[in-house]
């Protein structure tokens, strides 16, 4: 019987502010099914095991299997390594992913459930609500608002996995065939590299169009200058690696900073399809080329700066979406190109 059963998949580390919000969700679920809960407390100093202790009572007492693992270690091992250790502890057919200081809807996990049964490698999503509802308003709407295809023509951009980590549900057997995940530690983007891997494997990406989730958003204290370069380093090999190869030759579209960093950031063979930069500026548009000073080629390659109506596609664009006023969006559309085939978005 314990294979037919939804494991939620709870990694703690100091959760103590939200973890009795986080822990009622789970015992609110409509789903009929049998569920487990496995919680891996990773290291916390504050009362988060005591909050645990006292809701495992509630859960088993409503016929919620909780299952309890951790380490007090000085240091916690990171959240890769502690989503490791709650799913192998944990024996559910399928897992549905949670951060412990968000809070699932009742219906979340009968509606991801019925999801991942029709799509048994694909990872599923869910619409998220953003508490406080103003912070990261274009991201949000990014999660939110993209379409069944842009799910996978997204996954280049810098806003990450195209259906968030704290929404994943999928199940076991695809999630070892992918994983695990990257037990690295801080500085580590575990869930875009587990994210990058189920692609390269086939998998595929299913949102449930329905707000599942209240994704919090506090200002953690670790700064995140280290992974801004890690991450646009991932970035810019899962590009080469997926998308490039299918392309004889392509045009940047931006000019400016974004443009020349993914240029100089490219393989030798990849600058070399680089036919042009592309702009609506016309101070970098009358300069006429780019030239990259730092190439070891003689002569130095002069890549031509052109007005984005006189480029040819495709286009791989590093302009940030959503800032512009909806401009940029217009000239894109008045293109009528197709996403994925035409153009990608990088920024």
Known sequence: MRHHTRSVILPVHNAEPW?????????????????????????????????????????????????????????????????????????????????????MMPQRVRLQHQAAVQHPS??????????????????????????????????????????????WFCSRAWFSHVGPFDEGGQGVPEDLLFFYEHLRKGGGVIRVDQSLLLYRYHPRAATHSVLETTIWTHRVRFLEEQALPRWAGFTIWNAGKQGRRLYRSLTAASQRKVVAFCDVDENKIRKGFYCHEDSQERPKPRIPILHFRAARPPFVICVKLDLTGGAFEDNLRSLHLQEGQDFLHFS
């Not at 088993?60 to 390594?81: K, Q």
Request: with cysteine; net charge negative.
């Open 19 to 103: 973890l009795d919000e986080c822990l009622r969700s789970v015992l609110q679920q409509d789903f009929e099914g049998t569920m487990e809960l496995s919680v891996f407390n990773d290291a916390s100093k504050d009362k988060s095991g005591a909050i645990i202790e006292k809701w495992r009572v509630k859960l088993e007492d409503s016929g919620v299997h909780v299952i309890i693992g951790g380490h007090d270690s000085p240091s916690p091992r990171g959240v890769g390594y502690s989503k490791n250790q709650a799913v192998a502890q944990s024996s559910g057919s399928y897992l549905c992913f949670l951060d412990s200081d968000d809070v």
């Open 122 to 167: 694909s990872i599923v999503g869910c619409r998220v609500r953003r508490d406080p509802p103003n912070s990261t308003e274009r991201y949000t709407r990014w999660i939110n608002q993209l379409t069944p295809e842009q799910l996978l023509t997204q996954v280049f951009t810098a806003n990450g996995p195209t259906v968030i980590m704290p929404t």
